[in-house]
């Protein structure tokens, strides 16, 4: 069964530094989106992006975070200066359509821990 | 805006036992609704599903009737195994709202004993 993958599993950092996190969406999937879980925390929206560009994008997602489709696989999220409140679980999810009813699937996660 | 809650965890059942995961929902239309579920070291996924109301989603022995007049959609198993022992996320997409993004509820920790 097609699945979300996501690399690498675990990222340590240090604050200030820049990383990026990659994941490989279902291949005929459209829709692309990453979420975040702060331990302890809801599942948060961070942005979605389809057709180039991003559809929309949360509080969260400011300055410091971006989004890109560098090839026809790989969907990444940047964060340029990371900051110790960014540590937490980050999942992409990709879906086949927006419509409200389709399914987001989900990747495993990258546990991303800033010190 | 629109919200999940979800009742608080950890929930610790013995193997066998009948499994309720209370999910209420705040939305200003007519939300779809999603169980999630996350085994340890895994992804969230899909487990059911249900995009109006009155609809019964159901998987693997789990099932969630969407109740529009009670804004719920409660999470049961009659029978729960250790397999089963995982975090549960409720959530809803809003389509009516102009987005697509799906809220979550905080997770339900769910252990069972054998």
């Known amino acids: 069964e097609p699945e979300v993958t996501q690399t690498p599993s675990h990222q340590v950092t240090q604050m200030g530094q820049e990383v990026i996190l990659r994941c490989v969406p279902i291949s005929n999937h459209l829709y692309f989106y990453w979420y975040r879980q702060i331990l302890g925390q809801k599942v948060e929206f961070l942005v979605s992006?389809?057709?180039?560009?991003?559809?929309?994008k949360s509080e969260i997602f400011d300055d410091q975070f971006s989004v890109e489709r560098p090839d026809g696989s790989n969907f990444t999220l940047k964060i340029r200066s990371t900051k110790l409140e960014d540590s937490a679980m980050y999942f992409c999810?990709?879906?086949?359509?927006?419509?409200?009813?389709?399914?987001?699937?989900f990747g495993p996660g990258t546990r991303l821990l800033v010190l | 805006g629109d919200s999940v809650t979800q009742m608080e965890g950890p929930v610790t059942l013995s193997e066998e036992a009948f499994l309720t995961i209370n999910c209420t929902y705040t939305?200003?239309?007519?939300?779809?609704l999603f169980w999630y579920v996350q085994y340890p070291g895994e992804g969230l996924q899909l487990l059911l599903k249900?995009?109006?109301?009155?609809d019964k989603g159901s998987n693997k022995g789990f099932e969630a009737t969407y109740r529009k007049e009670t804004t719920s959609f409660h999470l049961e198993k009659g029978s729960v195994q250790v397999s089963d022992s995982a975090v549960y996320f409720c959530?809803?997409?809003?389509?009516?709202?102009?987005?697509?993004?799906?809220?979550f509820g905080t997770g339900t920790r769910l252990k069972v004993l054998a």
């Open positions: 959530a809803l997409s809003a389509p009516y709202t102009g987005t697509y993004k799906y809220i």
């Open positions: 992006f389809y057709n180039n560009e991003i559809s929309e």
């Open positions: 999810a990709s879906s086949d359509g927006a419509g409200g009813q389709e399914t987001q699937y």
């Open positions: 249900a995009t109006k109301a009155d």
């Open positions: 939305a200003t239309g007519y939300p779809s």
